[in-house]
């Protein structure tokens, strides 16, 4: 079974592929995204700065736990 999180000696939740502040970056940007409204309508590519951080985090999440469960 694929592990999505760990907790760190504070019992701090952190993603599985991402440290401790890049967790804390996508939660907070996961509150005021994704809005669509800002991506590609062609490409359905994100198109601001934000939602391209966001993108990446969020891939880079769900390539760690495709490996942890391989």
């Known amino acids: 079974m694929a592990k999505l999180f760990s907790f760190d000696e504070y019992s701090t939740r952190i993603l599985t592929g991402l440290n401790i502040v890049e967790t804390h970056e996508l939660q ?25 951080r966001w993108a990446y985090l969020s ?9 942890s469960a391989g």
């Not at 062609?42 to 198109?47: E, F, G, I, L, R």
């Not at 891939?59 to 490996?67: L, R, S, V, W």
């Open 28 to 52: 907070e940007l996961e509150q005021v995204i994704p809005s669509l409204a800002e991506w590609n309508a062609y490409t359905m590519q994100p198109v601001s700065e934000r939602e391209k």
């Open 59 to 67: 891939q880079k999440h769900i390539e760690a736990i495709k490996q």
